[in-house]
């Protein structure tokens, strides 16, 4: 949502320049501030000179760019900007699920403003962007056994366990990816149920319950769908993490 003060700042990276100017002008006409770039490199380069009160907190990516793009761009947006921005993906096709796992969404163009304006309004300020990511904890992490866990080891222990189950959920999503490709949808099930099994260990509440569904259900039409949102959600719950630990 906006502040009428303090309008939220949105940082528009487009290499195609009609795009970059329909959108600003799409932007500030709905009371936004915004800045553009020209491509990735261009956009690391400006945020990297940017007073951090001053930088944005919603960044729309055209992921299909000359130059740095793509996850790896996502990963220097947010060493730039921090966890608390909100790293939006722009293309106009259905890309890899490498590509976006470290954006927190996708918007398939052409989108409209209804459907942007959405997509954005979780952000209101970069406060308000670290409070939601620390409410989402409430759906995504299960705080007492974070906290069991927390009380039982040293923090690089910790550490060391949420990112070995990750790591084992990522994998077996890869695996799962080839078991649908040939259809074979008993194996499919195993996995998922290992997924859910270690995700329900360590208090990963939403990786437990898609997992868990993935196993009701097995292969259907729209599993690709559903493990891409296997897989960001395995993303949300690193971030889910890494607030956790600056808390």
Known sequence: ???????????????????????????????????????????VRQLSTMPRP?????????????GMAGSALAQALRNCCGASSLLLAMSGSRPDDDLIRKFDGLLLKPFSMEELTTAIAVAG???EVT??????AETILDASI???????????????LYATCLTDAEERITRMRQLASNQEDVPFRKEAHAIK??????????????????????IQAN????????????????RILMAQKNM
């Open 131 to 136: 409070d939601k990511i620390r409410g989402k």
């Open 197 to 218: 099994g270690g995700a329900g260990l360590v208090g990963a509440m939403e990786l437990q319950a898609l997992a868990g569904a993935l196993e009701d259900t097995g």
């Open 1 to 43: 949502m906006k502040n009428e003060s303090t309008p939220l700042r949105i940082l528009v990276v487009d290499d195609d320049a009609l795009s970059r100017e329909v959108l600003a002008i799409l932007l500030e006409h709905a009371g936004y501030a915004v800045s553009t770039a020209d491509s990735g490199d261009a956009a």
């Open 125 to 127: 300020s970069s406060a």
């Open 54 to 66: 001053l930088l944005p907190q919603v960044l729309l990516v055209d992921i299909q760019m000359p």
């Open 223 to 238: 599993h690709v769908a559903s493990l891409n949102e296997l897989m960001i959600s395995c993303d949300r719950l690193r």
């Open 146 to 160: 974070y906290e069991k866990l927390a009380a039982s080891m040293r923090a690089d222990r910790l550490q060391q």
